[in-house]
């Protein structure tokens, strides 16, 4: 089964690129609680860093780029699975 986008998400805090920033982010006590259930979509993850992070563009085109990077993991697992 395919993970959802935010387990992926802390999975990837070991990273030393923009994309583990954000994973550390989401991965704290503080990301999970406020972020977690509004990182559901690109649009809604989106706007949600928009509304109450006040997220640079940094940040949202490290959001953009996560997004993508997971439809590729998960596209690529539901192929194996068939
Ligand atoms: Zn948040």
Do not use: I
Not at 12 to 31: H, I
Not at 35 to 56: G, I, N, Q, V, Y
């Amino acid at each position: 089964m395919t993970d959802c986008f935010w387990s992926w998400l802390v999975r990837q805090s070991n990273r030393k690129s923009p994309l583990g920033d954000l994973a550390r982010d989401a991965k704290s006590e503080r990301g999970a609680r406020c972020c977690k259930p509004h990182f559901t979509s690109p649009e809604a993850a989106e706007s949600h860093l928009r509304l109450h992070h006040h997220a640079c563009g940094g940040a949202l085109r490290a959001m953009a780029n996560a997004w993508r990077a997971y439809s590729r993991v998960a596209n690529r697992e539901r192929a194996t699975h068939l």
